[in-house]
C-alpha cells in the first residue's frame, strides 16, 4: 500500500518552535527529507525510526535539483513509507512546498501540510521588531529577495507603507535599497537584518536603506539572514526592546 | 519577587498547531490570559496549574480594554506569578502583542515572546492555497481589514502583485473589493474567504473580487475568517488541490 507524504514547517530552526503537529510526524516518520533550513539538530530524535536524508542547499555546494526532490517523496512514499519533508518557516512561504504538493497529488499520493512558524515574522520578533504595530505599522509585507524587482515593484513596496520583510535578501540587499530609494522612500528608513534567529549566534544590526547603499552592502552577513524594513524597527533600538532582545536571547 | 509574563502565539485555534514553546509556557503557568482566537478547547489539561482568564472579545460582548488587560497581566506578575498571555495566531501580527510587551517592559516585568503559527499564512493552506507559489506569486501582504483603506494604499496593495491576505477583514470586504477594483484590479481576480480554519466546521468560499461587490457582501460570514485575494487561489479550485483540501480537513 502506498505511504504517505508529510510536508511539515520546522520553523526558524529552534526545536522548541516546531508545532505539536510536526513533532507527531516526525516521530511516526519512515523517511524524513531535511535541509539547512529546519531544526536539524535534534532530529534523530525527534525522528527515531527514519532514515534522514540531507537535500539541503547549502551555499558553494551542488544542490539536489527541485524535481529530484519530488521523485524522492513519491518514490518513498509509493514504496510504503511515511515520508516528511521538513521545511525551514511554513512550507507555503517561498519554500516550494506548493509545489511538492502539486507533485505528489498529481502522482497520487496522498499529502498533508502542517503549517509553521514562520521566520519572516518569528525572527523580527526574536530581535525585538514586531512586525506590525498600531499606529505605525499597518501591513506586513513579505517578499523573496532572490532576484531584485523592477522599478514599478519597488515603487508599490514602498507605496504600501507597511512594514517589508525580505527572505533571501542578502545578495541582492544594495538592489533592493537602491531601488526603494529610487522609488521614494526616505533615505533615514531603519533596516535590520538579523542573522541566525533563535539560533546560537543571533546577531541583529540595524542601520537605514541609505546607509546599507552608502556602504555597499551589509559586508559579512552570514545565511540565514531575514532584512527588515520600516518604523518598526526603530523599536528594536530602545532601551526598552533592547531589554526585551536581551531576555529573548537569555530564553534561547 | 517579581514573575513573568510569556506572550504565547497559540496559532489558528486547533491544539496541536501550538509550539513545543508554547506548550511549555503553558504547563508552567500560574495565570493564563486568553481569547477567542487561540486554542482554548483543551486549555484546561494544557495549564493544568493556571487560573484561566477569559479576557476575549467575543463580537456583541463587551470586550475588556486593552490597558485593562495590560494592567493586568503586570499585576498578576507582579505578585509573583508566571502569566502567560495566550493569543490567537502570532502575537505580532495584529495582536496587540507589542503593545503588551511594551506596558510590561516599561513596568519592569520580565517578558519574553514564543512566535506562533500565523493564520494569515496557515489558514489559506488549510484551504489548499499556498500563499505564495512560484511564477504566482512572489509577495505576500498581510493586512487587517478593521478600517478600510485610502485610494492610494488600494493603488499598492494592488501593485505590489502578490497575494493579499486579509485578517479581520469580513465587515469591510466590500469596500476593500471597491477599492482594489478602482485601483485597477481586475475583476476576474480570484478571492477565498476561509472560516473557522482548522476548526470543526471549516468552509472555503470561492469567487472574485467583482462578484462579492455585485453581490453585496459574503452574507452569513462567520468569524474568524481569513481572506485571500490573488492569483494562488486559482490553485484551490483544480482537482487536485480539492483533494488536497479534503486530506487536509480530513487530517483535522
Redesign the interface.
Known amino acids: 500500500t502506498t505511504g504517505t507524504v508529510t510536508l511539515v514547517?520546522g520553523?526558524?530552526g529552534?526545536?522548541?518552535?516546531?508545532?505539536?503537529?510536526g513533532?507527531?510526524a516526525l516521530a511516526d516518520a519512515d523517511v524524513v527529507l531535511f535541509d539547512r533550513l529546519g531544526p536539524q539538530e535534534s532530529l534523530a530524535d525527534l525522528a527515531p525510526g527514519a532514515r534522514l536524508i540531507d537535500v539541503g542547499k547549502a551555499p558553494g555546494h551542488h544542490p539536489i535539483p527541485q524535481p529530484e526532490i519530488e521523485a524522492m517523496l513519491i518514490e518513498h512514499a509509493r514504496a510504503g513509507a511515511h515520508v516528511v519533508r521538513l521545511k525551514g518557516g511554513?512550507?507555503?512561504?517561498?519554500g516550494?512546498?506548493?509545489?511538492e504538493?502539486?507533485a505528489c497529488?498529481?502522482a497520487g499520493v496522498?499529502?498533508?501540510?502542517?503549517?509553521?512558524?514562520?521566520s519572516a515574522?518569528?525572527v523580527?520578533?526574536?530581535a525585538g521588531i514586531?512586525?506590525?504595530?498600531?499606529g505605525l505599522s499597518?501591513?506586513?509585507?513579505?517578499?523573496?529577495g532572490h532576484v531584485p524587482f523592477e522599478p514599478?515593484?519597488y515603487?508599490?513596496?514602498h507605496?504600501?507603507?507597511?512594514t517589508l520583510v525580505i527572505l533571501m535578501g542578502v545578495n541582492t540587499l544594495i538592489q533592493v535599497c537602491t531601488g526603494l530609494l529610487r522609488a521614494g522612500m526616505p533615505p533615514d528608513v531603519p533596516l535590520a537584518l538579523v542573522e541566525r534567529g533563535f539560533l546560537p549566534g543571533q546577531r541583529t544590526t540595524v542601520t537605514t536603506v541609505a546607509e546599507v547603499v552608502r556602504r555597499g552592502g551589509m559586508q559579512h552577513a552570514t545565511s540565514p539572514a531575514v532584512v527588515v524594513i520600516g518604523a518598526?524597527v526603530a523599536?528594536a533600538e530602545s532601551s526598552?526592546?533592547e531589554?526585551?532582545a536581551r531576555?529573548?536571547e537569555g530564553?534561547a
Chains 1, 2 share one sequence.
Not at 529552534?14 to 503537529?21: G, K, S, V, Y
Not at 514586531?130 to 498600531?134: A, F, S, Y
Not at 507605496?159 to 507597511?162: I, L, P, Q, S
Open positions: 514547517g520553523g526558524p529552534r526545536t522548541d518552535l516546531l508545532t505539536l503537529a513533532q507527531a511554513d512550507p507555503f512561504v517561498f516550494r512546498g506548493s509545489e504538493v502539486r497529488a498529481r496522498p499529502v498533508t501540510v502542517v503549517p509553521g512558524v514562520s515574522i518569528a523580527p520578533g526574536a514586531p512586525v506590525t504595530h498600531r499597518r501591513s506586513l509585507t513579505i517578499v523573496s514599478q515593484e515603487a508599490h513596496l507605496g504600501v507603507g507597511g518598526v523599536l526598552v526592546w531589554d526585551l531576555t529573548v530564553a
